[in-house]
T-cell receptor, first 115, second 112 residues
Framework: GAGVSQSPSNKVTEKGKDVELRCDPI?????LYWYRQSLGQGLEFLIY????????KSGLPSDRFSAERTGGSVSTLTIQRTQQEDSAVYLC?????????????FGPGTRLTVL | GDSVTQMEGPVTLSEEAFLTINCTYT??????LFWYVQYPGEGLQLLLK?????DKGSNKGFEATYRKETTSFHLEKGSVQVSDSAVYFC???????????FGKGTRLSVIA
């Protein structure tokens, strides 16, 4: 079956602009995660959605970052007023969301470059 | 908070050499442990996992054993191939489906 998909694969933007990154999780997966992969920082957790529960936003680096998940499926990560330090690869992952089965499946990522 | 420490890279080995990538962790609970691999130009893939003490995860000739007494989950392979060249990430998940905490990654290059 289809894996996790993300779009766009690459995004180049100017400092100060807003960007939206999209994630389509695996069908039937109730848990969805956003991570950021950058040089020097490794892989950092950003935000986590589980079913209809309130999202865990504890990893968001600033209030310029937000995410939503519509209908329990597709998720959009929005970065407002982008800064050069936001340049990174943004990864989305999904899992079944069942206790004892926490394997996360990752998408190919969106490479964001802020000029 | 929870954390994962893995050996710094890059690691360069000749084909058929023995590989060890060390990984240790700190966690407040009883975590599940994972190794993910990122091949050049590809996304993260789960390589192997272990969910309780003394469990051994294995896949593609790679192995790692969950050692609670030493809080370690070292990755080993007896004979590496050029196709194993990738970045390897050790990770943990503390409770159920909580987000993964990753190590910084170890780049492995295998030369023929």
């Amino acid at each position: 079956g289809a894996g996790v998909s993300q779009s766009p694969s690459n995004k180049v933007t100017e400092k100060g602009k807003d960007v939206e990154l999209r994630c389509d999780p695996i069908s039937g997966h109730t848990a969805l995660y956003w991570y950021r992969q950058s040089l020097g920082q490794g892989l950092e957790f950003l935000i986590y959605f589980q079913g209809n529960s309130a999202p865990d936003k504890s990893g968001l680096p600033s209030d310029r970052f937000s995410a939503e998940r519509t209908g329990g499926s597709v998720s959009t990560l929005t970065i407002q007023r982008t800064q050069q330090e936001d340049s990174a690869v943004y990864l989305c992952a999904s899992s079944l969301g069942r206790a004892g089965n926490n394997e996360q499946f990752f998408g190919p990522g969106t490479r964001l470059t802020v000029l | 908070g929870d954390s994962v420490t893995q050996m710094e890279g890059p690691v360069t080995l000749s084909e058929e050499a023995f590989l060890t990538i060390n990984c240790t962790y700190t966690a407040t609970g009883y975590p599940s442990l994972f190794w993910y691999v990122q091949y050049p130009g590809e996304g993260l893939q789960l390589l192997l996992k272990a969910t309780k003490a003394d469990d051994k995860g294995s896949n593609k000739g790679f192995e790692a054993t969950y050692r609670k007494e030493t809080t370690s989950f070292h990755l080993e392979k007896g004979s590496v191939q050029v196709s194993d060249s990738a970045v390897y990430f050790c990770a943990l998940s503390d409770l159920g489906n909580t987000p993964l905490v990753f190590g910084k990654g170890t780049r492995l290059s295998v030369i023929a």
